[in-house]
C-alpha cells in the first residue's frame, strides 16, 4: 500500500502560513507604531503649546551639591525658590530645577502653563525623538508578537495532525512492509 501524501490543502495551509503570519506581523506592527507615534507626537506638540517660557529670579541661593540616590547617582540639578511674574501681571512664587550652587538673584527660565503654574519643561527634539522610537517600538512589538504567536499554535497543531496522519497511514502500511523485508509471513511477526 502506498503512502499517500498529506492532503493538498493542508499542505498549502502549512506552506503559506509562516509567510502569511509575517506579512500580517509586519503590517500590525508597522499601523501600531505609527499610531503610537502620532499618538506621542500629538501629546508632546499639546505639552509645548501649553508650557510657556519665562525669566524668573532666585529668590534663594540653591545647594552647592545635588542629592545623592541610594544606587550613588545624583541629579545634576537641585531644587530652588524663585519668582516671576504670571501672564496676568500677578507675582507668582515656586520651586525649580536649577545648577547647583546657583546664587539668590541670579535669572533662570521657567515653564509655565496657562494659568502661570510651574510646569516641566518640554522634551527637547532628541528627547521627543527618544520617546517617540521607545513607544513605535513597543506597541509595533505588541501587535507583531500575538500575531507570530497564534500563526506558531497554528503551525504546530497543522503539524501535529500531519504526524497523527502519518502514523495512522504507518500503522496499515507497516505489517506489509516488515513482511517484505524479512521474508516472514505478517502473522508470525505479531506474536
Do not use: N
Not at 503590517?27 to 507626537?41: C, K, N, T, Y
Not at 503649546?49 to 540616590?69: E, F, I, M, N, Y
Not at 510651574?118 to 521627543?128: N, S, W
Not at 513607544?135 to 505588541?142: D, Y
Amino acid at each position: 500500500m502506498a503512502r499517500q501524501p498529506a492532503p493538498a490543502p493542508q499542505r498549502r495551509v502549512e506552506a503559506w502560513l509562516p509567510l502569511a503570519a509575517w506579512l500580517l506581523a509586519v503590517a500590525a506592527g508597522w499601523f501600531a507604531g505609527a499610531r503610537a507615534v502620532g499618538a506621542v507626537e500629538d501629546s508632546l506638540t499639546a505639552r509645548r503649546a501649553q508650557a510657556h517660557a519665562v525669566t524668573a529670579v532666585l529668590t534663594g541661593d540653591a545647594p552647592r551639591t545635588a542629592p545623592v540616590s541610594e544606587a550613588g547617582r545624583g541629579d545634576e540639578s537641585v531644587f530652588a525658590p524663585v519668582r516671576w511674574t504670571g501672564a496676568d501681571g500677578a507675582a507668582r512664587t515656586g520651586r525649580t530645577r536649577v545648577e547647583p550652587g546657583t546664587r539668590a538673584g541670579a535669572r533662570v527660565t521657567v515653564w509655565t502653563d496657562r494659568g502661570g503654574r510651574l510646569v516641566h519643561r518640554p522634551a527637547t527634539p532628541a528627547e521627543a525623538l527618544l520617546e517617540k522610537t521607545w513607544i513605535g517600538g513597543i506597541a509595533a512589538l505588541g501587535a507583531a508578537a500575538p500575531v507570530l504567536l497564534c500563526a506558531g499554535a497554528a503551525r504546530r497543531r497543522l503539524e501535529r495532525r500531519r504526524l497523527a496522519e502519518w502514523d495512522t497511514e504507518w500503522r496499515q502500511v507497516e505489517p506489509g512492509w516488515r513482511r517484505r523485508m524479512t521474508g516472514q509471513p505478517a502473522d508470525r511477526l505479531t506474536g
